[in-house]
Protein backbone atom coordinates (compact mmCIF):
# COMPACT_ATOMS: atom_id res chain seq x y z
CA UNK A 1 0.00 0.00 0.00
CA UNK A 2 1.28 2.81 -0.68
CA UNK A 3 0.80 6.67 0.51
CA UNK A 4 -1.25 8.88 -2.41
CA UNK A 5 -0.88 12.62 -1.80
CA UNK A 6 -3.07 14.67 -0.08
CA UNK A 7 -5.76 16.21 -2.43
CA UNK A 8 -7.06 19.96 -1.91
CA UNK A 9 -10.59 19.74 -3.41
CA UNK A 10 -13.15 19.72 -1.42
CA UNK A 11 -15.32 16.14 -1.07
CA UNK A 12 -19.58 16.46 -2.95
CA UNK A 13 -22.40 16.50 -0.84
CA UNK A 14 -21.14 18.42 1.79
CA UNK A 15 -23.60 20.86 3.93
CA UNK A 16 -21.02 24.12 3.02
CA UNK A 17 -21.22 22.88 -0.87
CA UNK A 18 -24.94 22.73 -0.64
CA UNK A 19 -26.57 25.10 -3.35
CA UNK A 20 -28.47 28.35 -1.42
CA UNK A 21 -30.52 30.94 -2.78
CA UNK A 22 -28.17 33.92 -3.51
CA UNK A 23 -28.03 36.02 -0.50
CA UNK A 24 -30.30 33.69 2.06
CA UNK A 25 -27.84 33.44 5.33
CA UNK A 26 -27.22 30.25 7.00
CA UNK A 27 -29.37 29.44 10.40
CA UNK A 28 -26.89 28.80 13.14
CA UNK A 29 -28.21 24.78 13.09
CA UNK A 30 -27.15 24.54 9.61
CA UNK A 31 -23.41 26.56 10.73
CA UNK A 32 -22.81 24.03 13.40
CA UNK A 33 -23.57 21.02 11.07
CA UNK A 34 -21.52 22.24 8.55
CA UNK A 35 -18.76 22.60 10.68
CA UNK A 36 -19.62 19.04 12.22
CA UNK A 37 -18.91 17.74 8.64
CA UNK A 38 -15.87 19.98 7.61
CA UNK A 39 -14.08 18.48 10.90
CA UNK A 40 -15.15 15.18 10.30
CA UNK A 41 -14.14 15.02 7.09
CA UNK A 42 -10.28 16.52 8.21
CA UNK A 43 -10.32 13.66 11.16
CA UNK A 44 -11.20 11.10 8.68
CA UNK A 45 -9.04 12.37 6.04
CA UNK A 46 -6.07 12.51 8.77
CA UNK A 47 -6.80 8.96 9.94
CA UNK A 48 -6.66 7.72 6.55
CA UNK A 49 -3.47 9.25 5.91
CA UNK A 50 -1.73 8.09 8.70
CA UNK A 51 -2.60 4.66 7.94
CA UNK A 52 -1.88 4.47 4.09
CA UNK A 53 -4.36 5.96 1.91
CA UNK A 54 -5.85 3.92 -0.51
CA UNK A 55 -7.75 4.51 -3.52
CA UNK A 56 -10.74 2.11 -2.07
CA UNK A 57 -10.83 4.07 1.10
CA UNK A 58 -10.94 7.46 -1.24
CA UNK A 59 -13.83 5.96 -3.12
CA UNK A 60 -15.30 5.24 0.37
CA UNK A 61 -14.93 8.70 2.14
CA UNK A 62 -16.33 10.30 -1.51
CA UNK A 63 -19.61 8.29 -0.73
CA UNK A 64 -19.85 8.97 2.60
CA UNK A 65 -19.20 12.68 2.06
CA UNK A 66 -22.08 12.63 -1.02
CA UNK A 67 -24.19 10.88 2.06
CA UNK A 68 -23.51 13.67 4.49
CA UNK A 69 -25.41 16.29 2.49
CA UNK A 70 -29.01 14.74 2.75
CA UNK A 71 -28.44 13.63 6.21
CA UNK A 72 -27.29 16.94 7.25
CA UNK A 73 -30.07 19.06 5.80
CA UNK A 74 -32.59 16.49 7.10
CA UNK A 75 -30.96 16.48 10.93
CA UNK A 76 -30.75 20.27 10.53
CA UNK A 77 -34.62 20.72 9.84
CA UNK A 78 -35.49 18.18 12.77
CA UNK A 79 -33.51 20.45 14.97
CA UNK A 80 -34.27 23.80 13.62
CA UNK A 81 -38.39 22.33 14.02
CA UNK A 82 -37.59 20.92 17.31
CA UNK A 83 -35.96 24.37 18.75
CA UNK A 84 -38.79 26.86 17.44
CA UNK A 85 -40.83 24.16 19.11
CA UNK A 86 -39.46 24.21 22.81
CA UNK A 87 -39.39 28.25 22.35
CA UNK A 88 -43.14 28.15 21.40
CA UNK A 89 -43.99 25.68 23.91
CA UNK A 90 -41.97 28.17 26.89
CA UNK A 91 -43.93 31.49 25.66
CA UNK A 92 -47.41 29.32 26.08
CA UNK A 93 -46.31 28.38 29.09
CA UNK A 94 -45.05 31.43 30.31
CA UNK A 95 -48.43 33.00 29.53
CA UNK A 96 -50.00 30.63 31.26
CA UNK A 97 -47.95 31.01 34.56
CA UNK A 98 -48.16 34.98 33.98
CA UNK A 99 -52.24 34.62 33.46
CA UNK A 100 -52.93 32.80 36.53
CA UNK A 101 -50.26 34.29 38.92
CA UNK A 102 -52.24 37.80 38.27
CA UNK A 103 -55.53 36.21 38.60
CA UNK A 104 -54.68 33.98 41.95
CA UNK A 105 -53.31 37.63 43.30
CA UNK A 106 -56.29 39.48 42.15
CA UNK A 107 -58.30 36.61 44.13
CA UNK A 108 -56.16 36.84 47.19
CA UNK A 109 -57.21 40.65 47.16
CA UNK A 110 -60.80 39.90 47.01
CA UNK A 111 -60.69 37.59 49.58
CA UNK A 112 -59.77 39.89 52.26
CA UNK A 113 -62.87 41.92 51.73
CA UNK A 114 -64.88 38.79 52.17
CA UNK A 115 -67.27 39.46 55.42
CA UNK A 116 -68.57 36.35 56.17
CA UNK A 117 -67.32 32.80 56.05
CA UNK A 118 -69.77 31.74 53.47
CA UNK A 119 -68.67 34.36 51.24
CA UNK A 120 -65.22 33.25 51.43
CA UNK A 121 -66.05 29.59 51.05
CA UNK A 122 -67.94 30.25 47.74
CA UNK A 123 -65.32 32.77 46.43
CA UNK A 124 -62.82 29.87 47.27
CA UNK A 125 -65.12 27.23 45.37
CA UNK A 126 -65.15 29.55 41.88
CA UNK A 127 -61.18 29.91 42.33
CA UNK A 128 -61.00 26.27 42.28
CA UNK A 129 -63.53 25.85 39.57
CA UNK A 130 -61.56 28.36 37.42
CA UNK A 131 -57.96 27.16 38.00
CA UNK A 132 -59.42 23.47 37.14
CA UNK A 133 -60.89 24.74 33.73
CA UNK A 134 -57.83 27.05 33.17
CA UNK A 135 -55.22 23.92 33.80
CA UNK A 136 -57.39 21.52 31.36
CA UNK A 137 -57.82 24.16 28.41
CA UNK A 138 -53.43 24.70 29.21
CA UNK A 139 -53.04 20.85 28.67
CA UNK A 140 -54.68 20.50 25.73
CA UNK A 141 -53.01 23.75 24.25
CA UNK A 142 -50.08 22.34 25.16
CA UNK A 143 -50.51 19.29 23.18
CA UNK A 144 -51.57 20.41 20.47
CA UNK A 145 -48.62 22.75 20.54
CA UNK A 146 -46.55 19.19 20.82
CA UNK A 147 -48.68 17.32 17.99
CA UNK A 148 -47.58 20.22 15.88
CA UNK A 149 -44.18 20.58 16.52
CA UNK A 150 -44.00 16.42 15.72
CA UNK A 151 -45.95 16.67 12.53
CA UNK A 152 -43.93 19.25 11.50
CA UNK A 153 -40.75 17.59 12.01
CA UNK A 154 -41.51 14.43 10.54
CA UNK A 155 -42.61 16.10 7.30
CA UNK A 156 -39.91 16.50 4.57
CA UNK A 157 -38.21 20.12 4.68
CA UNK A 158 -39.50 21.97 1.15
CA UNK A 159 -36.91 22.35 -0.84
Not at 109 to 136: I, N, P
Amino acid sequence: MTKQTKQTTKPTGTADSMPKAAGEPLSAAEKTAAQVVRRTNETVRHLAEANGWTETADKQAATLSALQGPFVEAASHVFGRYVEGMAELNREMTRFVAERLRYDAEFGHALTGCHSFAQAAEMQQEWVRKATEDYMTEAKRLGEIGQKVVAETTQRPST
